[in-house]
């Protein structure tokens, strides 16, 4: 990979270079991490968790998509396993308000995703007594939490997750509940996944008792309940709920509308669909008639007055769990004594190594069968101890390398001195779909650890850009088996396109064009791309296919396109005659070269790198077409072009800027600078309008008086068959812009 980099002209600080794999970089991360678990931020609970069957990891609930592990693609099970985890909560309202500041830096979708997953809302925790016994698990009564406590007078049901602590006591006396438990522990886990499955539920029985009205209302186990968010248990209400609605009508349940839209009346019924607009409540006893927010705010008072509840705000994210049963990953500086309990390793034994020889012929994390590294001495008792076997998300790897990279020799985990020099990153470029991954997790940790004092920036990227993939056509045998395009010939017969492996002669199928990948062997290696067209080819064509923030499809026609553009620069450079004499289209050709510098300019200081290279494309095609210009006006043209390309074909530019003769290097010498007095076309077109309607337009020579233009246009054939004989009445000049006559 290093090589691959090198070949294509980046400019790196290979200074800087470390691996988050190499001790030497994860023994910092073990000495953050045990400050993060002096403050509180670390700790370790017993949770129900995402387990990966195939990788036998946990997945933190981001990892999990549609489903399925994000690196194996396995389905995802639903385990619960002692876990260490860290206090992101803590900084749930700091995130989201952080958001705010990165307005028009960030991707407007990037910045909704994160506050979506966040997902701070506002509501009523409260709690509904039994009606008879309680069940061991909730004594007291069945805490829910609602964000709109203005529709309880419609609650017709209750719901528990799978996981409630009610649900998993009546699973441990009653077999059907168990089995509709371990039913609803296979499904998906994101709430996106919740929302998409069929509604299904189990009637346990027991009920709790309204807090306004009396009534009793069923409980029931649900497979749409998130266990993690609020209580893990609500109030259904199926007319202001879609799918509270789906349920309710599986199930035969009251359906009792409270809010009804402004003009219906009292007999306002719910069809197919619920009702979530505006509009006052009715069916509600003491809120009748009010709006939504009022009744709102009425109702948590009389639950808070009634001490039954209290107003809350709460999060949908939850606490980052970073344990991973797996070798490759920073081992937890943590040693387990049955004495003094979990205990962080000295600082004077950091960094934690992970043995080299282990092996991997038995399914599951081969830290937990080794025979000595794990067993240990407590450092406080000295007793005998064994080590934490998880290592940490390799998540954790990457929320904080930008922080190591401005000084990755420092003996701290992090330089103050070059941290507060070079941070925030300036400009950040990665994939969108670490939205609520990468980004999240780097924005928390930079100010987990400004808190702890190791660093004073606490938002980490200042920008943001999303750029598109690579991607390219995926090839397949019959047997399924991947084939990589260098062993494909492609065919076109009358339209018709096919595919035949080079290697074995057999037909394969043409799949999707899809991100290139090494699993799928839709990939291209750096190497042949250099081979065959040269590096700038390659560079170039990445960025001129499209904008940046879409995926680019790799064909060979496009990066051949690309090549010929080099040859053509090249041509005009190397084609130059300083000693050409002064030629009358000399004025167009620096006019013409002001225009490419403006709309490059533009281009990449706006991430368009599509557009300026269009328009570096158009601007070689005038150079050539002004071949006769003289030396003064091709030199300065051509100046301006190789230094316009030197960002993305670099090794071109320099190249070229030798063989001008010009000093240095190309990297070092200055932008173009924009004139808008050399860009400024000779001529203009004037818009004439006739009583303010366009009726046509001229030519005519720029910084032209009024009366000399007025002139021009009274004696223009056109303009006056389009009077129609009528009489001027007035002729309003805007100099360079626009002619208005006034006629009657």
Not at 214 to 241: K, M, Q
Not at 242 to 269: I, T
Not at 440 to 458: K, T
Not at 580 to 593: K, V
Request: aromatic share 8%; proline share 6%.
């Amino acid at each position: 990979m290093r090589d691959q980099l090198k070949l294509l002209g980046l400019s790196l600080d290979w200074s800087r270079e470390f691996a988050t794999c190499d001790p030497a970089y994860y023994g910092k991360q073990q000495a953050w991490f045990l400050e993060l678990l002096k403050r509180g931020l670390v700790y370790r609970k017993d949770s129900v968790v995402n387990w990966d069957p195939v990788d036998n990891t946990v997945l933190a609930n981001e990892q999990v998509v549609e489903g399925r592990g994000w690196r194996s693609g396995a389905v995802v099970e639903k385990r619960k396993l002692n876990q260490w985890f860290l206090r992101i909560t803590d900084y749930a309202d700091e995130l989201i308000e952080g958001l705010k500041e990165l307005e028009g830096r960030w991707p407007d979708k990037v910045r909704l995703m994160q506050e979506n997953w966040i997902g701070r809302s506002k509501g009523l925790q409260m709690t509904w007594k039994w009606a008879g016994d309680a069940p061991v698990a909730a004594p007291e009564g069945l805490e829910i939490y609602t964000t709109r406590p203005d529709t309880l007078f419609g609650a017709s049901f209750m719901g528990i997750a799978a996981d409630h602590p009610v649900a998993r006591e009546l699973a441990g006396s009653d077999p059907a509940a168990a089995a509709f438990v371990a039913e609803c522990r296979k499904g998906g886990s994101t709430q996106a996944e919740i929302e998409q499955a069929e509604k299904i539920g189990f009637d346990t029985g027991l009920k709790v008792i309204h807090p306004f009205d009396g009534r009793e209302v069923s409980v029931w186990i649900a497979n749409f309940i998130l266990s993690e968010y609020g209580t893990g248990a609500i109030f259904g209400c199926p007319a202001h709920d879609q799918r509270d609605l789906d349920f309710a009508r599986k199930y035969g349940l009251p359906v009792v509308p409270v809010v009804r839209p402004d003009g219906a009346g009292e007999d306002f019924e719910i069809g197919t669909e619920a009702y979530v607009g505006p509009g006052r409540l009715f069916n509600s006893d003491f809120m009748n008639g009010l709006e939504i927010e009022p009744a709102k705010a009425e109702a948590v008072r009389r639950i808070e007055a009634a001490g039954a509840g209290q107003g809350a705000t709460i999060y949908r994210l939850r606490d980052w769990g970073v344990s991973r049963q797996r070798y490759w990953g920073c081992p937890i500086p943590v040693i387990h004594c049955a004495k003094c309990g979990p205990v962080g390793v000295p600082a004077d034994q950091l960094p934690v190594e992970l043995p080299k020889d282990v092996t991997f012929d038995t399914p599951g994390n081969p830290l937990d069968r080794h025979p000595t590294w794990k067993h240990v001495s407590c450092p406080t008792c000295g007793g005998e101890a064994v080590r934490e076997t998880d290592t940490l998300d390799t998540f954790v790897d990457s929320s904080w390398y930008f922080a190591r990279f401005t000084d990755p020799t420092a003996a701290e985990p992090i330089s103050r001195a070059a941290a507060d020099k070079w941070l925030p990153v300036d400009q950040y470029i990665g994939g969108v779909e670490h939205a609520v991954l990468h980004l999240l997790y780097a924005r928390f940790i930079s100010r987990a650890l400004s808190d702890a004092g190791l660093m004073s920036v606490r938002e980490p990227f200042a920008g943001l850009f999303t750029q598109g993939m690579v991607v390219h056509e995926t090839y397949r045998r019959a047997d399924g088996a991947w084939v990589e395009p260098t062993d494909v010939e492609l065919a076109n017969d009358a339209g018709k396109r096919s595919a035949r492996q080079l290697s074995t002669g057999e037909t394969l199928v043409i799949g999707d064009i899809e991100k290139m990948s090494k699993s799928k062997k839709n990939v291209v290696a750096p190497q042949e791309i250099v081979e065959a067209y040269g590096v700038d080819a390659g560079r170039l064509f990445v960025l001129s296919d499209s904008p940046p923030e879409r995926d680019v499809q790799w064909t060979p026609g496009g990066v051949e396109g690309a090549s010929r553009f080099v040859q053509r620069v090249w041509t005009e450079v190397d084609g130059f005659d300083p000693d050409a004499p002064a030629h009358e289209s000399d004025a167009a050709l620096i006019r013409e070269t002001h225009k490419a510098v403006k709309a490059v300019s533009e281009g990449v200081s706006g991430f368009r790198f599509n557009s300026a290279i269009a328009k570096l494309y158009a601007f070689v095609a005038v150079v050539r077409d002004h071949a006769a210009a003289g030396g003064a006006a091709r030199r300065q043209a051509l100046s301006a072009l190789v230094r316009l390309v030197a960002p993305f074909t670099p090794h071109l530019a320099e190249e070229c800027w030798t063989r001008l003769g010009e000093e240095g290097m190309v990297l070092d010498a200055p932008w173009p600078e924009f004139d808008p007095a050399l860009a400024a076309d000779d001529e203009v077109t004037l818009p004439i309008q006739v009583n303010g309607k366009r009726r046509g337009e001229i030519r005519v020579a720029r910084g032209l008086e009024p009366a000399e233009v007025e002139a021009i246009v009274m004696a223009d054939p056109d303009v006056l068959a389009r009077l129609e004989g009528q009489t001027v009445r007035k002729i309003v000049v805007v100099k360079d812009r626009i002619v208005n006559l006034v006629v009657g």
